[in-house]
């Protein structure tokens, strides 16, 4: 088996117990990217010099009997969370030079607890979008191909950089944020697990903002356990997020292996989208069989309000992002287009900095909070988010977690949907809820369609009841017994 191949938990304990070191690990992961990269564009920057230093110093760590629960772990960083002294473009043209003077919190805890960071990664611009093909820096490729056709795949979006890379093995595990879908998306097109956690379980202190009531950080990795054992070092309090929840971060990776006897499980009758594939009906039927083989009992459930998510979500992310995007003026940050006035300056600075999607969303939030408008929009919007939010507490007294299909589609092609942003943001109508409503959603790879992709089951849960929802995911994850591989992948 080669090293690149091994889960975090494996690599983890290998280097416990002294069968390789993190140096060599780190190699074998820094050639991966050398070969596979150019192909995936996976990454935006790789920090090759200061993964291998990372790697010296765990080893040192390491032989000292000093390691922590990280150390030595090659990860990869989505490129929207600020690294202090590495380049951070939120796959921006505006953010291109920006180097940040400090670190974000949850690479911040990473770091703390022994990882080696390998590079940033791509991302659509500013973490708006399902496809990777809005990035300043270039689409991503999905490492899985169709049966009998080489035709280039997205690997979804917005965390698509994080999702290739995990899945060719160019990281052992990455971190990703999902403000209506983008971790557990794709999580799902890529044939990896994802968990967007509760809203305010990790902070957001340094992570360039997109939609702030709905943006939060997770990570992504082989292995449901992976993620657990990730969520456990990103996770915690942190006085900079004044909507950071100061609870106790619990031992999620034990909560795994807790299975699912005796637990109650929704399925909610609002997520079967019409033209969804049959595959992915059939699929959601088998992981609820075995569930039930394990001892869940299966509950049918109703949400009434989530048809109105995706509309809803379509108006609160673009308001809150245009008003969290004004400050790229070309004043404070990176890339500047001068003009013979300060208004002229602004005006030619977002008009070369931002791309098309960016400007569609700045003009949609724009307009829903203006004065004429917002009581028949925002405002609106708001009061059918605490309606979405009943019906997930009103359900969660009921059950203990919701299993449902993670996105309606498997990958598509590059260059498809691009015409019609509408049918692009289809893509989040059964993981958009769970941030409308903040609570945690995690995705499992579960089977393949007829063409050999992957699909994902979401696994839903009450907040701040990660364990429960890890419990659910592993349990899906050992009767899938998923082990399927992507055509191009490290070693292959
Ligand atoms: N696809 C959704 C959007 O474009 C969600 C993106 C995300 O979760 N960052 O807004």
């Known amino acids: 088996m080669m090293l690149t191949d091994l889960t975090l938990a494996a690599a983890r304990d290998g280097l416990r117990a002294r069968r390789f070191s993190s140096v060599e690990l780190t190699e074998a992961f820094l050639s991966a990217?050398?070969?596979?990269?150019?192909?995936?564009?996976?990454?935006?920057?790789?920090?090759?010099?200061?993964?291998?230093?990372?790697?010296?110093?765990?080893?040192?760590?390491?032989?000292?009997?000093?390691?922590?629960?990280?150390?030595g772990l090659p990860l990869a960083i989505k490129?929207?969370?600020?690294?202090?002294?590495?380049?951070?473009?939120?796959?921006?043209?505006?953010?291109?030079?920006?180097?940040?003077?400090?670190?974000?919190?949850?690479?911040?805890?990473?770091?703390?607890?022994?990882?080696?960071?390998?590079?940033?990664?791509?991302?659509?611009?500013?973490?708006?979008?399902?496809?990777?093909?809005?990035?300043?820096?270039?689409?991503?490729?999905?490492?899985?191909?169709?049966?009998?056709?080489?035709?280039?795949?997205?690997?979804?979006?917005?965390?698509?950089?994080?999702?290739?890379?995990?899945?060719?093995?160019?990281?052992?595990?990455?971190?990703a944020t999902d403000t209506g879908g983008s971790i557990r998306q794709p999580a799902s097109f890529c044939g990896i697990a994802g968990i967007k956690p509760t809203y305010g379980r990790c902070s957001r202190w340094g992570i360039v903002a997109f939609a702030s009531s709905l943006d939060q950080a997770g990570p992504v990795a082989r292995s449901v356990e992976d993620c657990a054992i990730l969520l456990g070092s990103m996770a915690g309090h942190d006085p900079r997020d004044s909507t950071s929840a100061d609870r106790p971060v619990p031992d999620f990776a034990a909560a795994c292996a807790r299975g699912v006897k005796g637990l109650r499980i929704g399925v909610p009758r609002q997520y079967r989208a019409d033209?969804?594939?049959?595959?992915?009906?059939?699929?959601?039927?088998?992981?609820?069989?075995?569930?039930?083989?394990?001892?869940?009992?299966?509950?049918?459930?109703?949400?009434?309000?989530?048809?109105?998510?995706?509309a809803t979500y379509y108006i609160v992310a673009p308001a809150e992002a245009s008003s969290n995007l004004a400050r790229y003026d070309g004043v404070r940050f990176s890339s500047r287009t001068e003009g013979d006035d300060l208004d002229a300056l602004y005006e030619n600075t977002r008009a070369a900095g931002f791309g098309p999607e960016v400007k569609r969303r700045v003009l949609i939030g724009t307009y829903v909070l203006s004065a004429g408008y917002y009581d028949a929009y925002y405002l609106r919007a708001q009061k059918i988010r605490a309606l979405i939010l009943k019906d997930f507490t009103d359900?969660?007294?009921?059950?203990?977690?919701?299993?449902?299909?993670?996105?309606?589609?498997?990958?598509?092609?590059?260059?498809?949907?691009?015409?019609?942003?509408?049918?692009?943001?289809?893509?989040?109508?059964?993981?958009?809820?769970?941030?409308?409503?903040?609570?945690?959603?995690?995705?499992?790879?579960?089977?393949?369609?007829?063409?050999?992709?992957p699909l994902g089951l979401q696994v839903l849960g009450r907040p701040f009841d990660e364990e429960t929802v890890f419990a659910v995911g592993a349990a899906l994850e050992r009767a899938a017994g998923f082990a399927a591989l992507p055509a191009m992948r490290a070693g292959a």
């Open 33 to 71: 990217i050398a070969a596979l990269n150019p192909t995936l564009n996976a990454f935006i920057t790789v920090t090759a010099e200061r993964a291998r230093d990372q790697a010296r110093a765990a080893d040192a760590a390491l032989a000292a009997g000093q390691g922590r629960a990280l150390t």
């Open 79 to 175: 490129d929207l969370f600020c690294t202090q002294g590495v380049r951070t473009t939120a796959g921006s043209r505006i953010l291109e030079h920006f180097i940040p003077p400090y670190e974000s919190t949850v690479s911040a805890n990473l770091l703390r607890d022994g990882a080696v960071f390998l590079g940033k990664t791509n991302l659509d611009e500013f973490a708006m979008g399902s496809s990777n093909m809005t990035s300043a820096f270039g689409a991503v490729t999905n490492p899985w191909t169709r049966r009998g056709d080489n035709a280039a795949l997205v690997p979804g979006g917005s965390s698509g950089g994080s999702a290739a890379a995990v899945a060719a093995r160019l990281a052992l595990g990455a971190t």
């Open 275 to 310: 033209g969804m594939a049959p595959e992915i009906e059939a699929l959601w039927q088998q992981g609820l069989g075995w569930l039930r083989e394990q001892g869940a009992e299966i509950v049918d459930v109703s949400l009434p309000h989530s048809k109105y998510a995706l």
């Open 395 to 453: 359900v969660f007294a009921r059950v203990d977690a919701l299993v449902t299909p993670t996105a309606p589609s498997a990958a598509f092609a590059q260059g498809e949907k691009m015409s019609d942003p509408v049918a692009m943001y289809l893509n989040d109508v059964f993981t958009v809820p769970a941030n409308m409503s903040g609570i945690p959603g995690l995705s499992v790879p579960a089977g393949l369609d007829a063409r050999g992709l």
